[in-house]
């Protein structure tokens, strides 16, 4: 069992920054974010794969957010710059235990963290 815990979501205007973080009750083999705007699909942000050694972005972010994980403190975080009002929905941190260097089941999720982008 993993617990997550996300936390730094907030209100900001369009072009400003903010970092977010999620908590692992344990060590994780990969861990990522994944977003839900009100009446889309959850999309896959970002993601950290096998240990550290793979990361990969959906399209619409890249260049903007970086994903990072400190392992001896069990935290991942994203860091978002240059944010856009298409980026508001509600951040989730996605976790587990197993995985590979392309696949992780992502079989647990933390409670969600809103972020809200106003132009």
């Known amino acids: 069992q993993v617990q997550l815990v996300e936390s730094g979501g907030g209100s900001v205007q369009a072009g400003g920054s903010l970092r977010l973080a999620c908590v692992a009750s344990?060590?994780?083999?990969?861990m990522g974010w994944f977003r839900q705007a009100p009446g889309k699909e959850r999309e896959r942000v970002a993601a950290?794969?096998?240990?550290?050694?793979?990361?990969v972005y959906t399209d619409s972010v890249k260049g903007r957010f970086t994903i990072s994980r400190d392992n001896a403190k069990n935290t991942l975080y994203l860091q978002m710059n240059s944010l856009k009002p298409e980026d508001t929905a509600v951040y989730y941190c996605?976790?587990?235990?197993?995985?590979?260097?392309?696949?992780?089941?992502?079989?647990?999720w933390g409670q969600g963290t809103q972020v809200t982008v106003s132009s």
């Open positions: 950290i794969y096998a240990g550290g050694a793979r990361t």
């Open positions: 996605a976790a587990d235990g197993t995985g590979g260097y392309t696949w992780c089941p992502f079989g647990y």
């Open positions: 344990r060590i994780t083999s990969c």
